[in-house]
């Protein structure tokens, strides 16, 4: 029962350089979503995703891009790391939005990204 | 806007002691509210959740009861344990009616630690 899994856990990056966080979901989810948590500020929504193909900005998705090709994956790139994208990634997802039918959004266990 | 505001923390508690965490909520609509919690180095679970007024969420010793007449939603537990040590998190999402697909609006949270 993997659920959620985000990949990698911890990383380090220089101001400018790339990289993409990975996040895959195993239950045929449609809704998929992801989050920076900051300390002592809660869980922002940068993107999500509806289904394959459609996407949507968030709350805060300056410097971020996503593609959902597949419906259990939702990368998430960051172009040219700043220091403020320094955060606690968290991808989450559901099986309908979680205002209708109550579902829980399922939650990976995060990506600790420190940009230096 | 819809925003979710919680109690400053952190909240520390002797074991066996009451615990109450508040939380209420601006939303344009009528939306649904969860508790969700965050154990150390995990991502978020679902810990209960309300759909309507009134309604009351339970699970695990944990409560919170859906209040419209003053917007909140606030976290009680009768005797916590030291294994109830986590960030809890106050949320909502709108029914969907439109365009919210289910995006959570998230709490700061409330670090709760539980000595023995």
């Known amino acids: 029962n993997a659920g959620v899994t985000q990949t990698p856990k911890f990383r380090i990056l220089k101001i400018g350089q790339s990289m993409t966080l990975q996040c895959t979901q195993d239950?045929?989810?449609?809704?998929m979503y992801w989050y920076r948590q900051d300390p002592g500020m809660g869980l922002k929504l940068i993107y999500y995703s509806v289904g394959a193909g459609i996407t949507d900005k968030g709350e805060v998705p300056n410097g971020y891009n996503v593609s959902r090709s597949t419906t259990e994956d939702f990368p998430l790139r960051l172009e040219l790391a700043a220091p403020s994208q320094t955060s606690v990634y968290f991808c989450?997802?559901?099986?309908?939005?979680?205002?209708?039918?109550?579902?829980?959004?399922?939650f990976g266990d995060g990506t600790r990204l420190s940009i230096l | 806007g819809n925003s979710v505001t919680q109690m400053e923390g952190p909240v520390t508690l002797s074991e066996e002691a009451f615990l109450t965490i508040n939380c209420t909520y601006t939303?344009?609509?009528?939306?649904?509210l969860f508790w969700y919690v965050q154990y150390p180095g995990e991502g978020l679970q679902l810990l209960l959740k309300?759909?309507?007024?009134?309604d009351k969420g339970s699970n695990k010793g944990f409560e919170a009861t859906y209040r419209k007449e003053t917007t909140s939603f606030h976290l009680e537990k009768g005797s916590v344990q030291v294994s109830d040590s986590a960030v809890y998190f106050c949320a909502l999402s709108l029914n969907a009616g439109g365009t919210s697909y289910g995006k959570l609006t998230f709490g700061q949270g409330t670090i709760l630690t539980v000595h023995p």
């Open positions: 309300a759909t309507k007024a009134d």
């Open positions: 989450a997802s559901s099986a309908y939005p979680s205002g209708i039918s109550n579902q829980p959004q399922h």
């Open positions: 939303a344009t609509g009528y939306p649904s």
């Open positions: 239950m045929n989810h449609n809704y």
